[in-house]
């Protein structure tokens, strides 16, 4: 895929039509971006800038909308330029750590909380898979998932609960994202598992070969997974080596 260069100004409207329909799951139109966001640009400027934009592929038109979305380029090119990766607040982390206290050590025990805890933070599907003595998998958060406007389509969300639920073909494929990177991140039709390219997999490594995973749509919170996939791989690394 090729990103092409973009001005400041072009960044700052991709980067507000990003964020505002991770939010809003509604297109964004050139009026909202000007109006409710101050750019220091005229709505002429910015409506050249979005159409420049929907040339070059970061966003698009959906069917039925005056407004535009982003596409799985503009998503990378945020998650590639443009994404900050702040760590989750002191609050919840003295809240999470209050949890794992009033729990056993047992790493079962531990991995289950660590899924629960995930998909609430992230509003999606989370994973755990250990490599311990002997391989597991947990999996959290599908009906928080199914929630997001992207899965109401049954055909679309059995594909993909399909695909959690099958442990075997899961491990291989977060197997082979692990080992592509260190932060893989796969957005969209980056994912060559057919059910999986409307989707976004976040991963993260801990402890001795273990992989932490969020599954949902590409409109995910790509800031907020990555600083709680982050977090939760150094606290499963400290807990469990």
Same mark, same amino acid.
């Given at each position: 895929? *090729?990103? +092409?260069?973009? #001005?400041?100004?072009?960044?700052?409207?991709? =980067? &507000?039509?990003? /964020?505002?329909?991770?939010? !809003?799951?509604?297109?964004?139109?050139?009026?909202?971006?000007?109006?409710?966001?101050?750019?220091?640009?005229?709505?002429?400027?910015?409506?050249?800038?979005?159409?420049?934009?929907?040339?070059?592929?970061?966003?698009?038109?959906?069917?039925?909308?005056?407004?535009?979305?982003?596409?799985?380029?503009?998503?990378?090119?945020?998650?590639?330029?443009?994404?900050?990766?702040?760590?989750?607040?002191?609050?919840?982390?003295?809240? *999470?750590? +209050?949890?794992? #206290?009033?729990?056993?050590?047992?790493?079962? =025990? &531990?991995?289950? /909380?660590?899924?629960?805890? !995930?998909?609430?933070?992230?509003?999606?599907?989370?994973?755990?898979?250990?490599?311990?003595?002997?391989?597991?998998?947990?999996?959290?958060?599908?009906?928080?998932?199914?929630?997001?406007?992207?899965?109401?389509?049954?055909?679309?969300?059995?594909?993909?609960?399909?695909?959690?639920?099958?442990?075997?073909?899961?491990?291989?494929?977060?197997?082979?994202?692990?080992?592509?990177?260190?932060?893989?991140?796969?957005?969209?039709?980056?994912? +060559?598992?057919?059910?999986?390219?409307?989707?976004?997999?976040?991963?993260?490594?801990?402890?001795?070969?273990?992989? !932490?995973?969020?599954?949902?749509?590409?409109?995910?919170?790509?800031?907020?997974?990555?600083?709680?996939?982050?977090?939760?791989?150094?606290?499963?690394?400290?807990?469990?080596?």
């Amino acid at each position: 895929m *090729i990103l +092409e260069f973009l #001005d400041d100004r072009k960044k700052k409207v991709l =980067e &507000i039509i990003i /964020e505002d329909y991770i939010n !809003l799951a509604e297109p964004i139109a050139s009026s909202a971006v000007v109006k409710k966001h101050h750019v220091d640009a005229s709505p002429a400027t910015i409506r050249f800038d979005m159409a420049d934009l929907e040339k070059k592929g970061y966003i698009k038109k959906p069917h039925t909308s005056a407004g535009r979305i982003p596409s799985d380029k503009g998503y990378r090119f945020f998650v590639d330029n443009l994404m900050q990766n702040p760590r989750i607040s002191q609050k919840t982390v003295k809240s *999470i750590k +209050e949890k794992f #206290d009033s729990i056993e050590n047992l790493e079962e =025990e &531990i991995l289950s /909380e660590t899924v629960e805890l !995930l998909s609430f933070l992230c509003g999606n599907a989370s994973i755990v898979v250990s490599q311990g003595k002997r391989k597991s998998l947990h999996s959290g958060g599908i009906s928080k998932m199914l929630r997001q406007p992207e899965f109401f389509s049954s055909e679309k969300s059995c594909s993909v609960i399909e695909t959690i639920e099958n442990h075997p073909l899961l491990t291989d494929i977060l197997d082979d994202y692990t080992a592509e990177n260190d932060v893989p991140i796969h957005i969209g039709a980056e994912n +060559e598992h057919k059910a999986l390219k409307e989707c976004s997999v976040i991963a993260r490594q801990f402890g001795d070969g273990g992989i !932490l995973c969020v599954i949902g749509p590409t409109r995910m919170h790509y800031e907020k997974v990555s600083s709680a996939l982050d977090f939760f791989s150094r606290l499963l690394t400290e807990m469990l080596g």
